[in-house]
């Protein structure tokens, strides 16, 4: 394997992002064992700092996601931004899933990515159907799963964060993925491995 992978996963919540960065992190680390495999996800990170409720922001943020909210970018870029000082390095391979989420979001990866010396990145973009992420959502039984949180965050999805998928198709180093997300698990996984010559 030669150089590092920088791979965004871009899709509406309930394409299946996470399970995609875990089964591709552990191909990673199976096949280059010399480097570190650095995944941030940014809705994980909310969920883990709402279930303290320790200080204001927590319990903020716990509000927030009990009704389906979303986050504001200062907070986002806090917590990814101290998880990229914490682990990462030019040699890392670097998996992110929950951010850019909108395009005011862009620049500040822009300097992370400057930073750090990413090189090339790889745009996986699950296209997965909005009823059909509507199914898996409600299926799920998170508790931020409700009928109108679903709605707000489908519709934060197609207003906010395609455009960031657009932009990405103009960027330079930078290849955009289109990835059938109605695929079973196993299927996407292979879609991922073989759009990044891994398979």
């Keep these: 394997m030669q150089n590092p992978y920088t791979v965004i996963f871009i899709g509406p919540q309930g394409s ?23 995944d941030i996800q940014t809705g994980r ?8 409720q ?11 996601l009990n009704v389906g909210s979303l986050q504001p970018d200062f907070l986002s870029a806090v917590l990814w931004g101290q998880a990229m000082v914490d682990q990462l390095d030019p040699k890392s391979h670097l998996l992110i899933d929950g951010f850019p989420r909108t395009v005011a979001q862009i ?5 992370a990515f400057h930073f750090f010396e990413r090189g090339q990145v790889e745009v996986m973009n699950l296209v997965t159907p909005e009823e059909v992420v509507r199914a898996r959502m409600q299926g799920r039984a998170r508790a931020d799963d409700t009928v109108e949180s679903i709605e707000e965050r489908l519709r934060w999805y197609r207003e906010d964060t395609l455009p960031v998928v657009e932009y990405y198709r103009t960027r ?20 991922i491995l073989k759009a990044l010559k891994l398979h």
């Excluded at 990170?45 to 303290?52: I, N, Q």
């Excluded at 320790?54 to 927030?64: G, I, L, M, R, S």
């Design 54 to 64: 320790e200080t204001f922001a927590e319990d903020k943020v716990a509000e927030t």
């Design 16 to 38: 299946g992002k996470g399970t995609q960065i875990e089964k591709l992190k552990t191909v990673l680390e199976a096949s280059d064992e010399r480097r570190r495999v650095v």
């Design 172 to 191: 330079a180093n930078t290849i955009v993925h289109n990835i059938d997300g109605t695929d079973t698990i196993d299927g996407v996984h292979e879609q």
């Design 107 to 111: 620049p500040d990866l822009e300097d």
């Design 45 to 52: 990170r909310f969920r883990s700092l709402a279930a303290k």
